[in-house]
């Protein structure tokens, strides 16, 4: 059993939380192109603001980024200065990897207290965002606004 020191945070209760959402929807894995996937990705969403909107007894989703820019966190704890984005595309080529990190860093600048980007991404995500240019930017976005950017990625349900 965990004791209160040892339980994940919030964010990380999120992360486990969307794994098993994913998990449960057919064919999450599956590439489905353009309408069919930005369907598919609406009800994950729906589902997992619901189902965290009741493990939390808040809603933290949805929450406004920058307000100069008015921009948009899917997920920002206050306390813990997590943001949490969902960023299904990040074991793409081109993804919304450097326009998360670029949300954050404009939220800083607005006064915003942001310590660490959390981006969820399917399978594939740490491998591409291990390559170089992704790894310099996120030694940057730590070295000059000491944001720290971790990827979690959702996982294929094991048979």
């Known amino acids: 059993m965990l004791t209160s020191v040892e339980s994940p945070m919030r964010p990380e209760r999120l992360c486990i939380l969307a794994q098993s959402i994913a998990e449960r929807m057919p064919d999450f894995f599956e590439t489905k192109g353009p309408s069919k996937g930005d369907h598919a990705t609406a009800e994950f969403v729906r589902l997992l603001r619901e189902a965290a909107r009741e493990m939390f007894g808040s809603d933290y989703s949805e929450k406004r980024a920058c307000t100069s ?51 969820v991404g399917k399978p ?35 048979n």
């Open 69 to 119: 820019a008015g921009l948009r966190f899917d997920f920002f704890f206050p306390e813990e200065a997590v943001v949490v984005e969902f960023a299904f595309g990040l074991h793409n080529p081109i993804s919304e990897f450097e326009r998360d990190i670029f949300k954050c860093l404009l939220a800083i600048e607005d006064g915003c207290s942001v310590k660490k980007l959390m981006l």
């Open 124 to 158: 594939g995500a740490i491998g591409r965002l291990s390559a170089p240019a992704p790894k310099a930017i996120i030694s940057f976005s730590k070295r000059r606004f000491d944001l720290t950017v971790e990827v979690f990625e959702l996982q294929r349900p094991k």
